[in-house]
């Protein structure tokens, strides 16, 4: 069974920057932050395989998101210039297989309980 535990959320100001972790027990080959806003629905975020060797992002965080992998099992997602909209619980999201269509919810077998991020301005 695996297991996913989010850690690193918290509240900061417009342009400040945070760092999430998600660590993984068990087998998983690739993983994904997703976030939700209050009143939308569950978007995906960042995904990385857990060699390191592919990772994507969703247009609206290219560029500010960077995520990387540890251990193949320590997901981090290292959030710079962070704005209002970024406010969301982050969720990490893990498949046991290779091939994955990234953002959707469905590839994921395992999820986390979500981390709470709030930008203020």
């Known amino acids: 069974q695996v297991q996913l535990v989010e850690s690193g959320g918290g509240l900061v100001q417009e342009g400040e920057s945070l760092r999430l972790s998600c660590e993984s027990s068990?087998?998983?080959?690739?993983m994904s932050w997703f976030r939700q806003a209050p009143g939308k629905e569950r978007e995906w975020v960042c995904g990385?395989?857990?060699?390191?060797?592919?990772r994507y992002c969703s247009d609206s965080v290219k560029g500010r998101f960077t995520i990387s992998i540890e251990n193949a099992r320590i997901m981090r997602l290292q959030a710079l210039s962070l704005i209002p909209e970024d406010t969301a619980v982050y969720y990490c999201?893990?498949?046991?297989?290779?091939?994955?269509?990234?953002?959707?919810?469905?590839?994921?077998?395992?999820w986390g309980h979500g981390t709470q991020v709030t930008v203020s301005s």
């Open positions: 999201a893990a498949s046991p297989h290779y091939a994955v269509n990234w953002g959707s919810r469905g590839a994921y077998e395992y």
């Open positions: 068990g087998n998983i080959e690739v």
């Open positions: 990385i395989r857990k060699s390191g060797t592919g």
